[in-house]
Structures are given as C-alpha cells and as structure tokens.
C-alpha cells in the first residue's frame, strides 16, 4: 500500500491520472474489420514472416530484422536487407506491434496489413521487384496453395498480395508480451516491482516522460511527437538526431519535419541500440539523451538508474511459439 | 504382399538384400562418448544455432543456410553468408545429418561438433574472426552465462568454443525425420507406398542407386564417392560438374580428387537445387544426370518418374519444435 500510494501521490502531482494507471498490456488485439484473426491467417502469417523465400535472394523474411525469436527486433543499428545493403533506420519492435495506431518509424502505414507489403519490395530490404513476383513465386511453393485456401476460402484465387499481408498482420497480431512486473504491480501484486523499479515509475511520471509514453503499450496518448523538442547540438551531432527528418521524409511539408512515431516502452531493455537511427547504444544513455532532447531536463546517475530499472520491468513474458514447418520448393530462381 | 514379393524379388535380382531392407530411420542418433545428448545441452545448442549473433554482422545464424524451417537447407544453389557473399557450394541439409560419417560436401569434419566450428569463422559465411571474438560477444549478452552454466556445470567458465560447439552438435542429433511413407513400408504397411513409388523403389536397386545410396539415411555403406564416375561432357559443363575437386580442394591429393561424400537421400524432394554446386534445378534432372554420370545409364522419361515418385517417399516427418528465445543483448557492436 505504500508503494501504491506513493505512485497516487506521484501522479497527483502531475495530473496524469490515466497514464500510470493504465490497464495492463491487453493480451489480444484488436483486428480491422476486413481482417478478423483466425486461426488458420495466423497459421499462414506465421509461415509467411518467416519464409525468407519472399526475398529476392531468398535470405531475407521479416523475421531477418523483427526476429521473433529475439526481442522482435535485430539489435543491430541499422537492419541489413539483401545483399548487406543498410538503410539509416533500426528496425522497431514486431512484439507489441498491433498496438501502433501507426506503423514504421515515420508512421507512413496505418495498418499491419499496409506496413506488411513495404519492406518486400524495398530494394534495400528484401528486394522483390514487385508483388507480382512475390505472388508468381509463391505459388510455385507447393504447400503454399493448401495454407492460403484454409485461410481465405477457395472459391477464387486465394494467392495474392492482399491475402498475404493479412495473414502477415493477422499473426502479428498475437505477438503480445503480456505479464511484465509492471503489469502484475498495476493489477495489485505490490511486490512484483522492487522499489527502485517504484522510484523509477514515480521519477518517469514526474518528469513528464509519460506526456508521451503513457497507455497500456507506453506509446500514447498521441501518435506523432517531434524529436528533439529541445535542440541540443552536442547531442545531436554526436547521435546524428536531426539527419532524418521522419514524417516529412515521406510528406515533404515542413511542419512534419522530425515527427516520429513515438515507440512502446514495451520491452525496451531487449532492443537495444535505440531511437530511429539506432545511434545510442545503452539503455542509460537513451534515457539521459531523451530527457534532455524531449523535456530539457538533465538527470543525475541515480535518476537513470532508477528510471532504467523500472524500464526493466517493462519486459513482459514471450508466448510459446511453435515454428512453422515451410512448405518445400521445387525449384525456386533466386538472385545472386 | 504382392508389393513385397515385388520387392524381395528386386532385391533378389542384384544380390542388394541388406540395401532396401535396411531398417527406418532411428529415432535416436548416437552421440559421442565426450558429448552425450541432455536437454540442457540442446536447448542451449538451439539457441546458438538459431542466433543470428554469431556472425559479424548479427544476420547469418547457422539456421540461415541450414533452415530448419525449411528442408533444412535455403533452396539455394549457393548459400549467401554475411555481406551477400557467396561460396561455390549448396548448403547440405540439417536434418539427419547425425547419420552422416563426416560433414561437409568434401568430408573435412569428422563431427558435426568439427563441423559446427566452421561456418563461424569462414569468412564468407558468418565471417566472424576468431572464436575468440564469438566468445567474448556470446559473454556480452545476458542470459547465455545461465543456458551454458545448465548444460555444462558451473565450476569453471563454461562459455567456450568447445562447449558452444558440443551445445549445436547436441541440438543437430536431435533434428531427425521418421515416419516417412518408405518407413512405414518398411516396417510392413504395404500401402504407405503406392505402386509407383514401389516400381521406383526398385528401379532403384535394379540400377544399382543403392550401391552408394543404402542404409537407414540412404547415404552409405561407403563414405566418399567419385563424381563422376563416368565422364560426360555434356553433363559437365551444363552443370559444372568437374569444376569442384571435393576432397582434393582440402588434402591436395590426385586420388581424392572429386570425392564427394555421399549425401542422405532423406527429404531430397524439399532440399531443391541439387548436388554440390546446387547446379540442378529438379529432382527429375538430377535422377537423370547421376544415372548417367554415376551409372552410365540412360534412363526414360517414365523410370526417372518412378524413381522420383520413390524419392518423395523418404519425406520424413518433421518434429515440432518450439522457437528459442534468444537473450536480449544490452549493447553487442556489429560490422556492416
């Protein structure tokens, strides 16, 4: 009771009353109404994101920089696609996903099923020259026409771009962490969080950070935040924040220079490096950097290291998967 | 009955008896006296075997070329390792290779323990530059001192070259694929193979396949074999037979010059494009050309039929598996 009542207090101060109390990570999504989950689109989804096969050299799926057998991202800065080619962003978590009003760092997909169909024909990444190509090459994978008939019905061509990025989106759906120390903690389980973890969630919500990261993923209440707020040059040049302009790469308007997606806190300790460049290596110094960037606050050692633990109770637990048996080729072209 | 009598009689025909009848595929693979199989040690073996970590640049695990999603193998001609290079060779596959005398297509590994060594370092495959480095990395990143510590005791430092080889070779024995319908007919259901499957069965002793190609795994009694056998020019430079000198590219020695070791027929018709360079698109080629290279046979269009019917009778079934979780990793440097 004390802790709770310290975190009532906390709150109190700044008036975010919903943030801290937030419910619980749900533990289903919610699917659009052109995409029902079921089981058996979650089954092809499966298949699909880790089917490198829909790459043009056949080494790279989704799962390749969203692993999903790592904190559903690659830890690395910058994702490699075919060929070693890099692009200037870090791929961002697929765990927890379906809780984005918004996809990519620069939000230019509204959906799962939309950011589904990108990064297969991004020449960077895997490097398909079209969907037709995707779509001519799986129907050449046996195996492949069964999986998408049971998730699409068979009364007319099941194999296309469209089913495929649904049933991509209808399994990303259920890649959802739930049961972090914070979320048994916010059910009543005072103990399931250590103090400095409390310390560090009543420093998070005083500093403000939750204006931002607040909801039951931590990335809300609104979509797009502009960052850095506060321009700082020797932050800046050191991790190159304001090299990518984000939403305005995409919509060329001024007024969305620097807009980004704001990201989940959602097992941040796991995907490390961190912001959109993947620049910043440690979990301490994107603290340090976020606070000074976002809310021009300098934070003492302890204050990180507070703020780090609680972040760490943020890591939720990763459902059992079983994986995918993909179906064999007969003889699929890959290029070199 | 009539499909047995069918068999005995074939067999009687070439004097093969031990070949066809040669028992299914064990369950079990056994495992060297200084590396028994536990659990511990092949759930860890699974990790680092899944974990794309262990290359230089954090994309290239070993299940990248050795897919046991897939056929275990990438359906590649040549395997594609860090940086989108490429070697001369076509991944063998993972599953029963337990049941391989030595690993690699020129049998340079007398264990799959050796033969896990390799990869990592090759720098064209995961091109990492020492064990050294692969240790100190695989010490950076949490949760692997516990996953070692379990499988290997905690007296002295347990992250090792050593262990993390036994730990993959571990998890390899366990990646066997009973039950296929060849099995099955074995082991007395006449009807798990249809009458094609049966006359392709036969051809295949008849011919005499089944000199290098018997036992459980289809891949002996002998350990090497020449390819060619029989020159043909033709065949040689539309697929670039000649082109690899096996053996001899390690021992430099005339004699082993093309020695191959002979590859397990187990789940051929998943493990597209075939032989050492992947320079045969399709099983019925490849049937076509080793008739003809190894045999001096030449074979109609209806017996290769037969014999691939056959062939597709040793699809195994594949043990479900559930995906590692690989531990997150606070702040591992990677190479572009």
């Given at each position: 009771m004390f802790k709770i009542r310290m975190l009532v207090a906390a709150i109190a101060l700044t008036g975010s009353l919903s943030v801290m109390a937030a419910?619980?990570?749900?533990t289903t999504a919610p699917a659009p109404a052109d995409n029902p989950t079921t089981a058996e689109k979650v089954t092809l989804g499966k298949m699909l994101y880790h089917?490198?096969?829909?790459?043009s050299t056949g080494?790279?799926?989704?799962?390749?920089?969203?692993?999903t057998m790592l904190g559903?991202?690659?830890?690395?800065?910058n994702s490699m696609g075919v060929n070693g080619q890099t692009g200037g962003r870090s791929a961002p978590t697929v765990?927890?996903?379906?809780?984005?009003?918004?996809?990519?760092w620069d939000g230019r997909a509204a959906s799962l099923e939309e950011q589904a169909?990108?990064?297969?024909?991004n020449p960077i990444e895997?490097?398909?020259?079209s969907w037709d190509d995707v779509v001519a090459r799986l129907k050449t994978i046996r195996g492949y026409r069964k999986a998408f008939d049971l998730a699409f019905?068979?009364?007319?061509?099941?194999?296309?771009k469209d089913n495929a990025t649904k049933a991509i989106a209808a399994y990303e759906r259920t890649l959802i962490t739930p049961n972090s120390a914070y979320d048994k903690y916010v059910k009543g389980?005072?103990?399931?969080?250590?103090e400095q973890q409390v310390r560090g969630m009543n420093k998070v919500v005083e500093l403000g950070?939750?204006?931002?990261?607040?909801?039951p993923a931590f990335n809300?209440?609104?979509?797009f935040q502009k960052f850095p707020m506060h321009p700082n040059g020797y932050f800046e040049a050191q991790?190159?924040?304001?090299k990518d302009k984000g939403l305005a790469e995409v919509t060329k308007k001024d007024s969305d220079a620097h807009m980004f997606k704001v990201p989940t806190l959602r097992n941040i300790a796991l995907?490390?490096?961190?912001f959109h460049n993947g620049s910043v290596p440690t979990l301490e110094k994107a603290v340090r950097v976020m606070a000074k960037l976002q809310l021009d606050k300098e934070l003492s050692d302890e204050e990180v290291a507070d703020i780090v633990a609680f972040l760490n109770a943020l890591t939720g637990e990763f459902p059992k998967q079983e994986m995918p048996v993909l179906p064999g080729t007969p003889g699929v072209t890959f290029n070199n």
């Open positions: 419910d619980a990570l749900p089917d490198p096969r829909l790459s080494t790279v799926s989704c799962a390749s920089c969203h692993n559903g991202e690659d830890n690395r800065p765990w927890n996903s379906a809780f984005n009003t918004v996809q990519f169909a990108g990064p297969v024909t895997m490097g398909m020259k019905g068979s009364d007319s061509e099941t194999i296309t389980d005072a103990d399931a969080m250590n950070c939750t204006s931002c990261h607040s909801g809300g209440p609104g979509v991790y190159h924040i304001s995907t490390a490096p961190y």
